[in-house]
């Protein structure tokens, strides 16, 4: 004898196959909807910070590069600065150092995004069903934890060299808050430049830039340390007014007008530089170019 097993028809045998259970229905969601642009924002964001705790690089600019800049600072100028002064140095380097490193990192950052273009990995995110903003707020989102983490390493370090908070933990946590909005607005701007020049160019004009910053501000030397005709320049260029708050936040010092002064210059590195962020992130996606 011979048994003739039959196939399950189209409709009422496929629950008996599954095990007598109905197939799931999966939910189709737009990927242009807040939610997936928020839920995709994340995992861009998760991906480049599992790529850069991978990466060397990176780790250096992180975590040595900042750790060792305060410590030169400190043990070369600390002592001068405080001498000429007549307040803390610790209090001027710290905040400094946290903007630079925000600086430093981002440059990383930027040629990370030159690799993925040039590899295609850009492209391919572009052809799927992904937010089509997902890629650059997860880059930026993923700068802002950097920057804490950092920012947090930075201040350990100092905190061991004598660096407190005077005015409480609140005061802490709203210092630490200004070299994310510091960093975000440089990482647009740093975005901008990274779709339009190529990676050795791109790291020469970043360097010029965190080299005028980093040596002209009001946290390397006091305002009243330069001529008079570039006093005016060094108190309002966006490091001067950050170090500024941070200082006043943590030591003594104005807090509201520098405070004010951060924030406009971010958002106004964010308005100047986002749109051709944006669109030079769009034809990297859509064209490798």
Not at 90 to 97: K, S
Not at 204 to 216: A, P
Request: charged residues 10%; glycine residues 10%.
């Amino acid at each position: 004898m011979s048994s003739v097993v039959e196939a399950p028809s189209a409709e009422g045998d496929t629950a008996s196959w599954a095990g007598h259970q109905p197939l799931p229905r999966v939910e189709q969601r737009s990927e242009r909807t807040l939610s997936i642009w928020l839920e995709q924002s994340f995992i861009q964001c998760k991906r480049l910070l599992i790529g850069w705790a991978r990466d060397p690089a990176t780790t250096i600019q992180t975590i040595a590069y900042p750790a060792a800049t305060l410590l030169m600072f400190r043990v070369v100028l600390g002592d001068s600065i405080t001498s000429a002064t007549g307040a803390p140095s610790i209090y001027g380097t710290v905040p400094m150092v946290m903007l630079v490193a925000a600086m430093a990192g981002s440059v990383v950052s930027a040629l990370g995004f030159k690799v993925e273009k040039a590899t295609g990995l850009l492209g391919r995110f572009w052809t799927m069903p992904v937010h089509r903003a997902a890629g650059l707020t997860g880059r930026l989102l993923a700068e802002a934890i950097r920057v804490l983490l950092t920012s947090l390493i930075v201040l350990a370090v100092g905190v061991c060299l004598g660096f407190r908070f005077w005015y409480g933990a609140a005061a802490g946590i709203a210092m630490l808050g200004i070299p994310i909005i510091f960093g975000i607005g440089f990482a647009v701007l740093v975005t901008a430049l990274a779709t339009i020049t190529e990676g050795i160019l791109l790291v020469q004009v970043i360097g010029v830039i965190n080299s005028l910053l980093m040596f002209f501000n009001s946290g390397f030397v006091p305002v009243f340390a330069y001529p008079t005709w570039l006093q005016m320049t060094v108190q309002n260029q966006p490091m001067s007014t950050a170090i500024d708050a941070m200082r006043g936040l943590s030591f003594d010092g104005p807090i509201a007008v520098p405070l004010l002064k951060t924030v406009a210059w971010a958002v106004g590195m964010v308005v100047v530089f986002g749109y051709p962020a944006i669109r030079g992130y769009r034809k990297a996606a859509e064209t490798g170019a």
